[in-house]
């Protein structure tokens, strides 16, 4: 459908580790040569809303890596994939496709492939890394599409993946969104499996306490006062 958008955004900020891998499968399909808008993968230090940029909000604070469907400066080089890091001061400039504030681009024509698009994004000290498949097979053939250095990026922030149609249409598929931490040290781990643990505890009492209270509402409703006759 035409001018539509949409996101979703983790609730929970992702906290076990200042490294990370994500693997991002999807597929982008529509009728004609030219597609639009695009679609774009977010970690940031706020979740996001819905906004100017592949559906979600400008002057965001962290990473976007931006899947262009449509050619918006005439430049002849979409669809492209590029990384753009802000510090929640600039807008993106749709005009020149964010020629000027990119990190990184590569062309790569991610629309109406035979089988999903796979993508892989890592953060490992610093160096952001993008791999991405070209969707000619079942099993995913990477290349390496972006590598930026000295990239920081905000800790404790958000996952987010986004899309929008223009005056042209695609449909956006995802298919997979999974995220896995990266640890540079055993201790880190160690920490990281202790984290979870007691949140998996406190999940699990809440939802005991929950059923005990679901329980004793049921058993009010039928208790009978003493010496009642039926």
Not at 8 to 15: C, D, E, M, P
Not at 189 to 195: I, N
Request: with cysteine; glycine share 8%.
């Amino acid at each position: 459908m035409r001018s539509r958008k949409g996101l979703a955004w983790n609730k929970r900020a992702f906290t076990e580790s200042d490294h990370f891998e994500l693997q991002f499968a999807f597929k982008v399909t529509g009728q004609g040569r030219v597609g639009g808008d695009g679609l774009a993968i977010w970690y940031t230090a706020q979740q996001g809303n819905l906004g100017p940029v592949f559906g979600a909000n400008d002057f965001w604070t962290g990473m976007a890596i931006m899947l262009d469907s449509f050619d918006n400066d005439g430049a002849r080089n979409n669809p492209a994939i590029s990384l753009m890091i802000n510090d929640g001061t600039r807008a993106f400039d749709h005009p020149t496709d964010g020629s000027h504030q990119v990190l990184s681009t590569c062309q790569r024509d991610f629309r109406n492939k035979q089988y999903p698009v796979h993508m892989k994004v890592e953060y490992y000290r610093n160096v952001l890394t993008v791999f991405v498949s070209d969707g000619m097979s079942p099993t995913p053939r990477f290349d390496i599409c972006i590598r930026a250095e000295h990239i920081f990026l905000p800790k404790a922030g958000f996952f987010g993946v986004s899309a929008a149609t223009g005056g042209l249409a695609d449909d956006h598929d995802v298919l997979d969104f999974s995220v896995f931490s990266l640890f540079t040290d055993t201790a880190q781990l160690e920490r990281a499996k202790q984290q979870l643990a007691s949140e998996e505890r406190t999940r699990a009492q809440a939802e005991f306490e929950r059923q005990q209270q679901d329980y004793e509402k049921e058993r009010q409703k039928f208790a009978r006062p003493l010496g009642a006759v039926s």
